[in-house]
């Protein structure tokens, strides 16, 4: 193990930075509805240790017990694309941005499967899932706005992971 992933806050309050927002988003925690989120900032600036904190909070450590799998997809032209994600039984990480303009293919596909498939832990505390699509700024209009049609659909948490410059 990585000596910072060791070392990483596994809790909101134990964050050093922007306490106050650590704070508010322990608060959305005891609510049962959870708005989408947007989280921004530069390389290195923790938005994905908070991101697990928050999923921590909402489900327990067992968001950290994760796994990494190739999900396969194929384009109205059939052309087949892989993709590398990120799961534990609460949420999915994914990068779609890493297929290129094949993005939208990705986002639509994801957010579906996601949607229409149970909860795999069936006493979870949550009625919502959680997507976290990092990378969200370099994702093409086409895939942006099937992501708006799709959310709208589907009552889904979404976390984006930008990296502002």
């Known amino acids: 193990m990585l000596w910072a992933d060791k070392y990483r806050p596994k809790e909101l309050l134990s964050l050093d930075y922007h306490i106050p927002q650590a704070t508010d988003l322990k608060n959305l925690t005891k609510d049962g509805d959870f708005p989408h989120l947007l989280v921004y900032g530069p390389l290195g600036a923790g938005k994905k240790t908070r991101i697990m904190c928050l999923l921590r909070e909402l489900y327990g450590p067992g968001v950290e017990r994760l796994k990494m799998e190739n999900m396969n997809f194929t384009t109205p ?15 999915i990480e994914v990068n779609p941005s890493d297929v290129g303009i094949y993005d939208r293919v990705v986002v639509m596909n994801i957010i579906k499967n996601v949607a229409q498939s149970q909860q795999l832990n069936v006493n979870a505390q949550r009625e919502f899932k959680v997507i976290i699509l990092t990378d969200a700024d ?21 976390g984006f992971s930008p990296n502002a410059v």
């Open 77 to 91: 032209s059939n052309k087949k694309l892989e993709i590398m994600t990120v799961s534990s039984n609460y949420h």
């Open 138 to 158: 370099d994702l093409t209009k086409d895939a942006q706005h099937a992501l708006r049609r799709t959310m709208e659909n589907f009552q889904l948490l979404f």
